[in-house]
């Protein structure tokens, strides 16, 4: 079965436009490297958490949203290679990062079931 990174972001709504063109710019290095999808999605519908909620675990802050985010990979094995690569690969050390890094959230998680 396949691997999957996923990310939450806080991301300004006017920066929606560097967001989208940072994750443009990021497909051909991350499918380079083996990822087979990338999906990025604008929070529309998200509501406030009261003891959890996407709002919370990225500290929310106003003007901003909740971006989550996917890459699908083959195995985990070319997902850990692909990010090995982030301190090697000069193509990576161009890419504008229009969120707050230190609030982003990820994990990797193994595909148990897709339709």
Known sequence: MT???GFLSPVKVEDKDRYIKSAEKSWPIFQKYGCL???ETWGV???PGKLTGFDLAVKLEEGEVVVFSWLKWPDKATADACF???ETDPAW???DMPFDGKR???G???TIFSS
Do not use: L
């Open 3 to 5: 691997y999957v990174s």
């Open 37 to 39: 999808e990338q999906v």
């Open 45 to 47: 519908d998200v509501p």
């Open 84 to 86: 090995a690569t982030m």
């Open 93 to 95: 050390q161009d890419m």
């Open 104 to 106: 982003m959230m990820w």
């Open 108 to 110: 990797g998680f193994e």
